[in-house]
């Protein structure tokens, strides 16, 4: 088994592995032209010249890179493929000069096993800010959040302009007027 950069043709393939896991629930599922449009991000595994496993690194600044997608088909798991992903990811993350490393996950141990901690979401504004906030799971989010290196200190994305919405808080408008 090796990795290497994906590239365009590779999208099928990637496609297919996450569709794989996306219908359980274990990956948010990607469209043929997200990962068209996105296929920089990608590493992926290949056993035999035959593609087995893919993960991507989105990043978001030197402060914070997202490893996001990542799989092995059922059927090649246990054979540390997984682990080779994540040591691609994080050699390109070190690439970057990244700071720190998230994700989100139902597989937590897994993991932990490749140096990642527990974290906060509320640590992770930026990842909440471009993703979270639009997930239908927002408000029932069962993903751990985990980090590897130094948590950020700044987000560079905005809020979202529903934010507020978002958070199930609304200000009180009646208490608003009359304490001026």
Known sequence: MR????????????HELICAYSGDGTLLP???PEICENVRDFVVLEDEDKIIGCGALHLYGTHLAEIRSI??????QGK??????????LAEAKRHRVDC???????PDFFVGQG???AQREDLPDKIYKDCHACPRFHCCDEVAM????????????EPA??????????????????R
């Open 3 to 14: 990795t290497r950069k994906a590239i365009l043709p590779d999208a099928k393939d990637i």
């Open 30 to 32: 990607r469209t043929l």
């Open 71 to 76: 799989t092995v088909a059922p059927w090649a």
């Open 80 to 89: 540390g493929g997984g682990g080779k992903l994540v040591k691609a990811l």
């Open 101 to 107: 490393i998230c994700l989100f996950t139902r597989k």
């Open 116 to 118: 990642f901690s527990v």
């Open 147 to 158: 980090v590897r290196g130094d948590l950020p200190k700044f987000a560079i994305l905005p």
């Open 162 to 179: 529903n934010w507020v919405q978002l958070q199930g808080w609304s200000p009180n408008v009646e208490e608003q007027t009359t304490s």
